[in-house]
């Protein structure tokens, strides 16, 4: 563990995160004490059936939504008290999101898309232009980063998607049921790019009821009616 | 730069061409109105502005020639050349008389004769479409608008006054909003309004039009030392008097209609932004959620609407040139002057208009919620 955190202060600490809509007799605990850390280097898949809270933990660790109790600490700094400007820069700067349904900009390029993090964080151009080049041609979309995304299959939208999430080097990787919408092969293509940025140090979380998808985790936490059923086991 | 608000717009060519084509017909309505208005100015003071006088000499009080008409006693020219700086001094005779244009349908129209020194021609029409330009006795040029109009050609007659004229030549620029003017010799126009001993204005031509108005308050005490009470009036004086008399009954007119015209331009973008605004929750909701602040945000919104407002006012621009061009073929009263404050005007309500259509929609924007990122 110790060797993990030498990069600094650990990528996520959620402590004691409740999520509560409403008030009164109408309100619903969406997630209810959960508390877990992710490591650098780690990808932890958040398991659980519809309606579980997997969707609602990952919007708040997102700093998207603001839990009702609680703390989360990304990379140290507690964002539970940031102001939504500040909370805007940390998402730009330290997570990268993947979705289920690619939610790539239509009217853009897959090599706009992919520069769009780099010019809200106000990179040039050019300098934007070459590394998300350079990143999709990794990806292996060499021939299609041109193409909008209407004329991409699944697969490639959600390369290009995770090549959107990590061209800002962030520390976390968010994604909320990634590979949902793909066949299994490209699932598994998807989720081996997704694996090689979490060895090269960064830390993941994975929404997801895919069981193909527990090949590439390093633990498993489980959830139930807003619960961690356990925080998960270590699988290396 | 990779403009997501442009990006957005051209991916919508079908909405782009509806909401450029609303903004280019909002400029065309502003911009033909106020060239409506400046031209009414320019063609109305035409005569003015053309007619070889430096000053005019009226009567105390009376400052424009369709108000209330001047009087003065002739015979004042003498002494007015006896002024330092004065170089020539001519007499203006002009009044609205009723006209009968057409003996066979019994029409009577308004026009404003001018009778004036056929010798000198100072005071006359300045450029003539058809026929002279300058008339005998017993002729008269007549303005293109009112030949028109009255289907009116070399050789035809009007009856001004009980006096039969001839219409010797048509003129150009000489329309005044509601009626035209019309030229004869001095004599016929004595004859005409039965005032041999009077006149309406003395025009005067100075020696260096810089010192113009120096000259007017010389004029002007000369004149009053001997008892004659009158105004003394530069060029710009005279003109600016009539633009005035225009602009208190014209104003209230057109100001509501450029301001229909901005309405719909307002409405027209606002709509467009709104409902392209819409339908890209979901992506702004991503933008958001990636970490794009409010400030990017906006710029988009503003972008997107700078754009549609620039190209509609391009796109309505080279429209009102062509309209203005073509007006008078179809409607010879209307004179649409397109000039640098026309244009900078309309540019600027055009600014001014995506910025209040895009309120809204920046509002809208601010409110989505990036969490519905991971709604399905």
Known sequence: MDEKLAGGQRPLEVKNVTKIYGSGRTAVKAVNGVSFSIDRGELVLLMGPSGSGKTTLLTLISGLLKPTSGSIKIDGREITSLTQKELAKLRLEKIGFIFQHFNLLTALTALENVMIPLIIKGVKES???KMAAKLLINFGLEDRMHHKPEDLSGGEQQRVAVARAVITDPDIIIADEPTANLDSEKGKEVMELIHAMVKKGKAAIIASHDPRVESFADRILRMEDGRLKDSGHSRT | MVSIARKNLFHEKGRLVISVGGVAFS???IMILIGVYYGIFTESTMYLAKTRADLWVGQEGIHDTWHTYSLLPRGLDDEIKQVGGVKDVHEFIGRAVRAKVSKVYDKEETIYIIGFDTKTG??????????????RNGQVIVDRV???????????KIEVGGVELTVAGISKDTFVLVYSYAFVTKEDAEKIFGAEDFLNYYMVEVENPFFAKKVADNVKSRLESLGVKVDVLTKQEFINNHKEVIDESFSAILLPLVFIGFFIGVTVIG??????????????AILKAIGANEAFMTRIVLEQAFTIA???FVAGSILSLAAASWVPSVAPEFYVEINLQNIAMTFASIGVMSLVAALIPIRRIERIEPATVFQA
């Open chain 1, 127 to 129: 300098e934007s232009r």
């Open chain 2, 27 to 29: 400029t065309m309505l």
């Open chain 2, 122 to 135: 100072v005071g006359g029409p300045w450029e003539v479409l058809k026929g002279k330009k300058i008339p």
């Open chain 2, 146 to 156: 009112f030949a028109i109009r009255n289907n009116i050609d070399i050789g035809d």
């Open chain 2, 271 to 284: 709509l467009t932004l709104y409902t392209a605004t819409l339908e890209k929750m979901k992506e702004y």
């Open chain 2, 310 to 312: 620039m190209l509609g």
